[in-house]
């Protein structure tokens, strides 16, 4: 069974930084791509980075561009997401997954930019 665990948000100040983690299993880790995704209540979910299984190739939305970095580790199956210069709408729930699958969505864990 396909699993994510999101973890390493919180309260963060308007410029500040916060590093996501992201724990799969369930699957083979390093053949897969992996994306981070965010939510806010009443929209829809974004796409923000996406990495490819060796960790070279990585791609990011517009609004975070330059500011967010993803990144993989394949031997302990997890994903990870550098945030800097961390803006209020950057708030929103962040989740992981593969983006070639309809695998089920993790709890996602929590940013909130705010001073």
């Known amino acids: 069974q396909v699993q994510y665990v999101e973890s390493g948000g919180g309260l963060v100040q308007p410029g500040g930084s916060l590093r996501l983690s992201c724990a799969a299993s369930?699957?083979?880790?390093?053949?897969?791509?992996l994306s981070w995704y965010r939510q806010t209540p009443g929209k829809e979910r974004k796409l923000v980075a996406t990495?490819?299984?060796?960790?070279?190739?990585?791609s990011y939305a517009d609004f975070v561009q330059g500011r967010f970095t993803i990144s993989r580790d394949n031997a302990k199956n997890t994903v990870y997401l550098q945030m800097s210069s961390l803006k209020s709408e950057d708030t929103a729930a962040y989740f992981c997954?593969?983006?070639?699958?309809?695998?089920?969505w993790g709890q996602g864990t929590q940013v909130t930019v705010s001073s």
């Open positions: 997954r593969r983006p070639a699958f309809e695998d089920n």
């Open positions: 990495i490819n299984p060796g960790g070279v190739g990585k």
């Open positions: 369930g699957f083979t880790f390093s053949v897969n791509s």
